[in-house]
Every structure is written in structure tokens, then in C-alpha cells.
């Protein structure tokens, strides 16, 4: 049988090469045998504050980046989570099948709740029985994210073996993380050592799939890096973490192992690397910047693509959600 993906993205700004590298890219690849489903996961961008006219813009623009980063409308379904209300209703009785204790150790509450962990939003702790809603309820096999999710699919495993006990019924597929292995964590153009992230303030942290040929040029041309040249082997990058991210980079984009790029470029100062990886990523990203801008300016073709994804969305998910709903014991609609 064929299997089933399923994967999302909030709409929390314009996306970044490191959604693409990490998340996007590997999309692409999966929809040719796969029954797919993208979800532009609006309830996940309330948990902190955002502007109503910016979240109405960013979720038309993940959906125009979805298209433009090669994801077939057709042979996919693309969706905005809001327009599907059983992940609401599972994302509450999965919280209360979720210990605070699970939950405390989630390190992406940690880093966005930052030191005043009082301020932040039920919402923003309860984020991951959100994501698991959006998984369980389509019996996902499979969800495609980088890194930095891999700890929320282990929890989304953990909820489905522990409900599917308790009530000795297989009432969730327990799903699989893909993690693509070369750019599973691109890190920040400032600092090699944090996440690039569309939310982070510096814009000069990151690519965005939107900058024109000029912004990816002066970007890559003040990333951060020391002062060394380029190593040899990748033995040569431990303890170098910017160089190291932006040799990532590069092997990502040109298709090449991260140890084929230091071959290539052994000894050779930044000064000669940083010009070639920037039309590199000209070369990649300036075509789907355009291709996005397209899609905006006809948004009546995406909202066509988001409600023929939300029709087929709600008719998997309403079944999850009825079987759940009686085997808890919730009386039937009458
Ligand atoms: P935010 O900054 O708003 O938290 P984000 O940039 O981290 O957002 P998400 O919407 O949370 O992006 O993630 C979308 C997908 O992109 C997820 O699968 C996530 O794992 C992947 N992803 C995000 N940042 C990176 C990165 N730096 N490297 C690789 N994959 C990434
Ligand atoms: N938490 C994810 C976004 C997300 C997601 C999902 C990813 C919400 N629901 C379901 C995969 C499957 C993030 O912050 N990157």
C-alpha cells in the first residue's frame, strides 16, 4: 500500500534555506510514491504573538512557497491546518493523554520561551500534542522535518504507543521521522552555532527563499566565518562551526558530499569560497523567489489548491478523529 507522509510548516515569515535544505527539498522527492499531505500550521503560529494581516499574508506565501519549491498540487494536497478543525479537537484529547512531565523536556519550548518561561502561552507549551494531532490523525507513516523536529515526532511516537495501549486498540500508525541526513540542521549565518530560523531578528542570519540575487550575495559575503582556509578532510571543520555550516550549505546545493566540497576547495581561503557558493545559491534560490512572487499574484489558484487539500484533508481526519471520540467515550453526534 502506498505510504503516507505527512509534514508542515508555520506561517511565521518567509521560509528560509534552511526549510528548503532541510525540509522542502526532501518533499519534493517523496510526493512521486507517496499519498502526501502539506499543512501550513497557522494554529502553531499563534503561539506567539503575531499580527493578524501578517499571519493572513505568511500563510498565502507558505502555500506559494510550497508550489514553487516543486510540490505538485495535484499529485499532493496542500492545506492550511485551520480549515481542518479536528486537529483543534484531537490537539485537546491528546493533551490530556500527555504527562507535563513529557513535555518539560521539550528543548524547542526551552529556547523559545527564553528566560521568562512564565510569559509564555499555554499554547506555545502545549505546542507538540498540537503536532502530534497533525500527524496521528492522517496515520501518517512517515513525516519528513529536519532536525530540530526529530525530538517532536519521538513524543508524537510516544502519545500513539501509550493511547493505542491504554486502550488496547491500534487507533494511531506510531509514524517514522525522515531526516535528511546532509542538511538536517543549517545553522545561522551570524553564529554557526544556532538554528538559521525564519523567526530569529537579524535578517542577516539567513537565506530566505525570497531575497533577491544581490541580498544572497552580501549575505553570504558577511556570514561569519574564521580565519582559516578550508580543510582537506572533514576532520579538518570540528570545532570550526561556521565553516562547517557553510560547507554544508554548499554540499546541499550542489548535491555533493560535505567531503567531495572540501576536497575540492582543500586550502583554499574564504575569499575564493564564500563568491562561488553564493551564485550557487543564486542559482538555486533566485528561480523559486520569482516563482513565488507568481503565485502571489494570482492567489485565486491557491486558494483553488488549499480548499481541494482541506476537502481531502477533513475526510481522513474526521475518521481518526470518530474513532477516537467513541473509544474515549464521547457520545456520538446525535
Ligand atoms: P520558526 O523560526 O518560526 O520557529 P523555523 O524556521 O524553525 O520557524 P518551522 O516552520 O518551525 O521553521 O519548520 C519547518 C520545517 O523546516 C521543519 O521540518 C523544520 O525541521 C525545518 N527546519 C527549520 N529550520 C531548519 C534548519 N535551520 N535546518 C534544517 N531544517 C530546518
Ligand atoms: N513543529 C514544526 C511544524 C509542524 C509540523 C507538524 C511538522 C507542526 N505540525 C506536523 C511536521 C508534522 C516546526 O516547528 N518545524
Redesign the pocket.
Known amino acids: 500500500m502506498t505510504k503516507r507522509i505527512l ?1 508542515g ?2 506561517p ?2 518567509a521560509l ?1 534555506l ?2 528548503y ?3 522542502l527539498k526532501n518533499w519534493q522527492s517523496l510526493q512521486e510514491n507517496h499519498d502526501c499531505l502539506f499543512c501550513i500550521v497557522n494554529l502553531h503560529a499563534i503561539t506567539v504573538p503575531v499580527e493578524p494581516d501578517a499571519l493572513r499574508k505568511q500563510t498565502l506565501e507558505i502555500a506559494a512557497t510550497y508550489l514553487a519549491c516543486g510540490i505538485d498540487p495535484v499529485q499532493s494536497h496542500i492545506f492550511v491546518q485551520s480549515h481542518v478543525p479536528a486537529h483543534a479537537e484531537l490537539g485537546w484529547v491528546l493533551g490530556c493523554k500527555t504527562p507535563m512531565g513529557w513535555l518539560n523536556r521539550m528543548t524547542q519550548f526551552k529556547d523559545k520561551a527564553g528566560k521568562h518561561k512564565e510569559k509564555a502561552s499555554l499554547g506555545l507549551y502545549g505546542y507538540p500534542t498540537l503536532q502530534a494531532a497533525d500527524i496521528l490523525l492522517y496515520q501518517a507513516d512517515g513525516v519528513p ?5 526529530k525530538q517532536h515526532i519521538e513524543l508524537t511516537r510516544d502519545i500513539a504507543m501509550s493511547v493505542n495501549s491504554a486502550y488496547g486498540k491500534d487507533l494511531f500508525t506510531v509514524p517514522e521521522p525522515m531526516i535528511e541526513k546532509t ?5 545561522s549565518l551570524r553564529d554557526g552555532t544556532k ?5 530569529d531578528p537579524s535578517d542577516f542570519s539567513r537565506l530566505n527563499l525570497t531575497d533577491s540575487a544581490d541580498e544572497i550575495r552580501l549575505k553570504i559575503k558577511k556570514a561569519k566565518t574564521d580565519s582559516g582556509p578550508l580543510p582537506e578532510t572533514l576532520e579538518g571543520l570540528k570545532d570550526r562551526p561556521e565553516a562547517k555550516n557553510l560547507v554544508a550549505i554548499f554540499a546541499s546545493l550542489s548535491k555533493q558530499s560535505e567531503e567531495d566540497v572540501c576536497r575540492q576547495y582543500a586550502g583554499a581561503p574564504f575569499s575564493v569560497f564564500k563568491p562561488d557558493l553564493a551564485d550557487l545559491a543564486v542559482e538555486v534560490l533566485a528561480p523559486t523567489g520569482e516563482s513565488i512572487k507568481k503565485y502571489l499574484k494570482e492567489t485565486s489558484e491557491l486558494e483553488r489548491h488549499l480548499k481541494r487539500g482541506a476537502d481531502y484533508a477533513n475526510e481522513i481526519a474526521e475518521k481518526t478523529l470518530k474513532d477516537v471520540f467513541e473509544t474515549i467515550g464521547f457520545l456520538p453526534r446525535l
Open positions: 509534514s510548516v508555520q511565521s515569515g528560509t534552511g526549510n535544505l532541510g525540509a522535518v529536519g532536525d530540530d523536529q542538511a538536517a540542521r543549517i545553522m538554528k538559521m530560523s525564519k523567526s
